[in-house]
């Protein structure tokens, strides 16, 4: 149980488009899900927290004009990264964590490797 | 505040000898500890977790972790490892009633033929 999707797995875009990367909880309500970001050779890097019905929580330095979130449902989270540019070409992973038992740990979807020529 | 260190960044090792990669946390509350691993171009599998308990927790694919929190460590460790090992592995802490999870920076596990 307690799997976690993401959508697409790989997309390529040209400079100045808008990519969207959905995020679902399948098998279980996602109270909170997280987005990060992880370039070449380094660790996650938090980006945003969201809740399910409210706005989410961004994490310093994160343009929240620039990468939308919206947390519509308990099963999904969408990740928009809007006007990408080359320097936002990197691999983005969302998790989630459920209710009770499944708040003690978050899920991790499988990633999206973005890359912006 | 939180905080994970895993000192070493790259551990080589032979293939069926032991490893143990490194992790330590700072916390002034309890916490959960996580280990997880990475293959290329994929995203993160848990390998195992302490939420509270045996200090002696076991995880898949043969590998252990012993929470000491006297030394606020949490090691990962496989008595013998396998080519099928490599891959990047990272340590997370979660402190109590804190939602976010903070990653340390990375081990990457070569396993030497």
Redesign the interface.
């Known amino acids: 149980g307690a799997v976690v999707s993401q959508h697409p797995s790989w997309v390529i875009c040209k400079s100045g488009t808008s990519v969207k990367i959905e995020c679902r909880s399948l098998d279980f309500q996602a109270t909170t899900m997280f987005w990060y970001r992880q370039f070449p050779k380094q660790s996650l890097m938090l980006m945003a927290t969201s809740n399910e019905g409210s706005k989410a929580t961004y994490e310093q330095g994160v343009e929240k004009d620039k990468f939308l979130i919206n947390h519509a449902s308990l099963t999904l989270s969408t990740l928009t990264v809007t006007s990408a540019h080359p320097e936002d070409s990197s691999f983005y992973i969302c998790s989630a964590r459920g209710p009770g038992q499944l708040g003690n740990e978050q899920f991790f979807g499988p990633g999206t490797r973005l890359t912006v020529l | 505040a939180q905080s994970v260190t895993q000192l070493d960044s790259q551990v080589p090792v032979f293939e069926e000898a032991p490893v143990e990669l490194r992790c330590n946390y700072s916390s002034s509350v309890s916490v ?1 500890l ?1 280990w ?1 691993v990475q293959y290329p ?6 390998l195992l ?1 302490y ?1 509270s308990g045996s200090t002696l927790v076991k995880g898949i694919n043969g590998f252990e972790a012993e929470f000491n929190k006297s030394q606020t460590s949490f090691h990962l460790r496989k008595p013998s490892v396998h080519i099928s090992d490599t891959a990047e592995y ?1 340590c997370a802490v ?1 402190s109590g009633g804190y ?3 903070t ?4 081990t990457k596990l070569q396993v030497i033929p």
Request: aromatic share 24%.
């Open positions: 959960y996580f997880y171009n994929q995203g993160l599998q848990l977790k939420l990272f979660n939602q976010k999870v990653f340390g920076t990375g």
